[in-house]
């Protein structure tokens, strides 16, 4: 059996999914966000410690101003919603991505979340919004040469264990990534903490993606032969 700390979801396929319903890329995102909050309370129900959710990358900037907008006003009511009702589940939400893009109003909506779930010692949910892995890792590098320059570290004690606590929240290697849609690429997300993370891609768009398909994925990663560069002990 592997161990499993940290899970990544790239939540994908929402536009694909009401188009082939005839209804609007607006409609499929709605209807993600009513999945996604499902799944995280099934999720916090398992033995997982860390959830991060790709949920916008710094690069979906590039989409059409009138999907961005939808999704950053979706985005700021729902958490106003998940605040009171994770609250109380003992879930803790953190979020890493950079904040000088985006609007005051998510931004209170993300600093509230954070402080009203901070003391809560369950699942952390970390949210990926205006979040690239490249980005992540330029941002760690700054502050580390800050700490240089201002004889915080010494360089010569920079090493890998040092180099990821300058990361956004400093949270454990990814031991699974799930990313829906079909699509079989990472996309920018978490390349550092990727490194040794196994990888599955299912078909299935993310409104349709259940709890019941999640733990499947889950019990086929507990049987994969992780080597971490080694061999296998058997
Ligand atoms: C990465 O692919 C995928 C993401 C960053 C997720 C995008 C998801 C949304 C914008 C909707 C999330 C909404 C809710 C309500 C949960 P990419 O599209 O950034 O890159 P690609 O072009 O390589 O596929």
Redesign the pocket.
């Known amino acids: 059996m592997n161990e499993l700390k940290h899970v990544g979801i790239?939540?994908?396929g929402?536009g694909r999914w009401a188009t082939k319903r005839n209804k609007s890329r607006s409609e499929g995102?709605l209807e993600?966000?009513k999945n996604?909050e499902k799944l995280i309370l099934n999720i916090s129900e398992s033995n997982i410690k860390v959830l991060s959710l790709?949920?916008?990358?710094t690069?979906?900037f590039k989409r059409d101003k009138n999907e961005v907008d939808y999704?950053m006003n979706?985005f700021t009511k729902w958490f106003k919603i998940i605040n009171k009702k994770y609250k109380n589940k003992n879930i803790k939400i953190l979020f890493s991505g950079r904040k000088e893009n985006l609007d005051k109003k998510i931004i209170k909506e993300i600093e509230s979340l954070e402080h009203e779930t901070n003391d809560n010692t369950g699942l952390i949910v970390n949210f990926c919004l205006n979040y690239g892995g490249r980005a992540e890792i330029v941002d760690a590098t700054k502050k580390i040469c800050s700490d240089v320059i201002n004889d915080k570290i010494n360089i010569n004690n920079l090493d890998e264990k040092i180099f990821g606590e300058y990361l956004y929240n400093n949270l454990p290697d990814l031991d699974l990534l799930i990313r829906t849609s079909g699509?079989q690429?990472i996309?920018n997300?978490m390349l550092w903490q990727l490194s040794y993370a196994e990888l599955f891609f299912t078909n299935t768009l993310f409104p349709d993606f259940t709890y019941e398909e999640f733990a499947n994925i889950v019990n086929s990663y507990m049987k994969r032969d992780r080597r971490f560069g080694g061999t296998n002990k058997n």
Do not use: A, C
């Open positions: 790239i939540v994908d929402n995102h993600g966000s996604l790709y949920v916008f990358s690069e979906n999704l979706l699509e690429r996309s997300f």
